[in-house]
Nanobody, 117 residues
Framework: VQLQASGGGLVQAGGSLRLSCAASGRTFSSYIMGWFRQGPGKEREFVASINRNGGTPYYADSVKGRFTISRDNAKNTVYLQMNSLKPEDTAVYYC???????????WGQGTQVTVSS
């Protein structure tokens, strides 16, 4: 599966952005999907994940209550709604697909999110 992330940009603290990740192929609904991010000088970290039918979302503690992950299997797309953004949310955000091999094996190219104070 090929993944294409979009929706990043520059936003002021307290603002919102919605990221999208469009997947190619007809097997999108078979994958657990996740969002990750890598801030400047930091390691990549988990942000959120959602299971195949759109239930059971999981969030990193740092984004819980502010970010919402969702998916539309008819559109082969997973979303990340980000509210109350903080400067520490500044990062390149990546979407990824979790495969039957037990890991996130497919990755999008990343979209930059910059939050100004």
């Amino acid at each position: 599966v090929q993944l294409q992330a979009s929706g990043g940009g520059l936003v002021q603290a307290g603002g919102s952005l919605r990221l999208s990740c469009a997947a190619s192929g007809r097997t999108f609904s078979s994958y657990i999907m996740g969002w990750f991010r890598q801030g400047p000088g930091k390691e990549r970290e988990f942000v959120a994940s959602i299971n195949r039918n759109g239930g059971t979302p999981y969030y990193a503690d740092s984004v819980k209550g502010r970010f919402t992950i969702s998916r539309d299997n008819a559109k082969n797309t997973v979303y990340l709604q980000m509210n109350s953004l903080k400067p520490e949310d500044t990062a390149v955000y990546y979407c990824a697909a979790y495969t039957s091999y037990g890991s996130y094996d497919y990755w999008g190219q990343g979209t930059q999110v910059t939050v100004s104070s």
